[in-house]
């Protein structure tokens, strides 16, 4: 089965599912998922979406505090675009019947850390699904849209396909569709298209610790970088400072986040011998923000040697710690931790990846026809650290402004590419040495979390870099030989993010915002992003 449309969207987060829907109104669009739709990080979202709604709020604001937390890396028209067409959008979304929480019939607004003003739109503290639950429902009931799900992207299709056409320079590629890996049928079909949208999320897989679900094994900025598209700051990973522990780290379960209530309730962070240690770290204690308590929860880790660090709420009454975490108290008896009794084990998380696919103001990648929204993108908004609840707008704000452009785009494209090769597996064989693979992402996974997580050095990503270097040889011969599948295929974008994410740290001589090294402690003047592109697709 190969299949033909107007325009191809991979994904089926926020920023993949908003997209199609715009486009839908003027073109017809494929989308390929390659779970289920609804798993994606969109669903785990909790806090918000952050836009100006308070009549006392304003863009300058707004704007100013992202720049804050950006470290001097924003790129400050797309902040502007994004803050100046944020409440536009937010208005989109209650259109399409997203039910954020109200007061007295107004949005009711919440602070989150880093914003000087109450501009947190949100649905309890269930937002991403409630925004994910009303999307599906207007995609599903379009007729131009349709869905395939456990439908794995494995390639884009570009001149690297075509055989005559593999000479071309990087800065004249085109992108028309890609090969899909059908999970159930385990055969490999083509989708071509005249617009491409890459909306395939993060990459927290790459790390042991994780607050994304699993599928952010990093697929996008693999393929997209595969295929020749400029990549950026790549070495931006915010790490949430307290998920839950667990012995066993499920490749497939995320970490389940303690949230930072949990420490401005009073939680206090201690080793495992019982010493507080926030003090040594930062006057603030517990209440520093977010990457300096992961920063010292890191550090302690790496002092004792041990796996976790403790919060403790025990001396809080057990009616106040119900009364304010109720689903926290809940999941925590489910593994026999009884919060008002015991400290709660936890460690640092994989949360965000700032950095992505460089892409414009109309979300256009290097290549001609891709175009990449949400967090695999890099629009310039998040700089060197991500404002909170700034990625459902930014997913929003610049699928929009795709769907804007691939309008143009297809009115001026005739016709898809039709000489696209089939998908070439002859001399491969079937695999069935699953563990291979499933130990290549554990080790990844260790390597990851050991030396290129939150306190990195020269050193330690050097160590990372060799090691990464024998898994990937290892793995891109048993590639070769092997009829693909999903496991497989996973492994390799992880293995590719990884190589990215050390390959981006190294580039940096300095500390800046989420990228710290003890190499380099200080700033440099001049702020610039570190851009990776594969010259040789
Ligand atoms: C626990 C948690 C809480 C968060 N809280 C907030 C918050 O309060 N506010 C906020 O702004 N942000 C929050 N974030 C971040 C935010 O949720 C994500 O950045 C955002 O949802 C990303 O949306 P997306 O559409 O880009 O990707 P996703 O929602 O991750 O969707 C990606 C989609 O691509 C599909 N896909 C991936 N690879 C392939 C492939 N190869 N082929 C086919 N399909 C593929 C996936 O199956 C999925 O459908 C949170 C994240 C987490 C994990």
Redesign the pocket.
Known sequence: MNLNTDVLV?????????TALKVSEYADVIL????N??????????????SVIDKNDTFEKHIEDTLIAGAGLCGKSAVELLVHEGPDRINDLIEIGTNFTRKEGKLDLAR?GGHSMHR?V?AKDF??REI?RALIEHVLSSKRIQVIEN????DLITEHNIKNLKDEPLNNRNCWG?Y??DIFKKSVFTITSKATVL????L?QVYLH????Y??????FA?AYRAGARIGNMEFIQF?PTSLYSEETSLTT?SF?ISEAVRGFGGILKNKAGECFMEKYDSRKELAPRDIVARAIDSELKRTGDEFVLLDVTHKSKEEIIDHFPSIYEKCLSVDIDISKQPIPVVPAA???CGGIVVDEFARTSLKGLYA?????MTGVHGAN?L????????VVY?YRAALDIDKLIKVTQTTRVDVPEWDDSGTLSHDEKVLITHSIKEIKQIMWDYVGIVRSDLRLERAASRLHNIFLENEQLYKRTKVFEDI??LR?ITTCAHMIIKSAQMRKESRGLHFTLDYPNLLEVAENTILQNTNP
């Open positions: 991979i994904g089926s987060g926020i920023a993949g599912l908003f390929v998922t390659k779970k739709k609804t798993e994606s990080n969109t669903n785990y979202a909790q806090g918000g979406i952050a989150e947190i949100h937002t991403g994910e439908a794995l992207a494995i890609a899909i890996l909306a395939t999320g993060g927290g994780t607050t994304n679900p599928i952010a094994t990093g697929d996008g393929m949430h995320p986040l949360h965000y990846a929204c949400g967090e695999v993108s991500r909170a609840s700034n990625s459902l707008l930014e997913a699928g295929l996973e974008n």
